[in-house]
């Protein structure tokens, strides 16, 4: 059975720091590509993050690029998004998402392939 389970949401001060985790199992983690997305109060998925597992390259919305940095650590089956001088504006419910492919934003705006977690909340306090 496939789970994604994130962890480490809350609320953070605009300027701090906040680490979010996603931990893996019932599939390869390590062949799979990982993705953080996020769905602001009232608004759609917006894409933040990937990385691509063939590679061990990362890949950045424009909006978190040189603030969030994504990192994976096989032996843990584990994804973790680092957001330093996170914005209210970063605030959202943010999701991880695997897929043994790359994805298109498309279908990660839409969640209509890979696998997905619930969710956890981020609040950036102004």
């Known amino acids: 059975q496939v789970q994604l389970v994130e962890s480490g949401g809350g609320l953070v001060e605009a300027g701090g720091s906040l680490r979010l985790s996603c931990a893996a199992s019932g599939f390869t983690f390590s062949s799979y590509w990982m993705y953080w997305v996020r769905q602001a109060p009232g608004k759609g998925l917006e894409w933040v993050s990937g990385?691509?597992?063939?590679?061990?390259?990362?890949l950045y919305a424009d909006s978190v690029k040189g603030r969030f940095t994504i990192s994976r650590d096989n032996a843990k089956n584990t994804v973790y998004l680092q957001m330093t001088s996170p914005k209210p504006e970063d605030t959202a419910v943010y999701y991880c998402?695997?897929?043994?492919?790359?994805?298109?934003?498309?279908?990660?705006?839409?969640?209509?392939?890979?696998?997905w977690g619930q969710g956890t909340q981020v609040t950036v306090s102004s």
């Open positions: 990385f691509n597992t063939a590679r061990g390259s990362t």
């Open positions: 998402a695997a897929h043994n492919g790359p994805l298109t934003i498309g279908e990660l705006t839409r969640k209509s392939s890979g696998y």
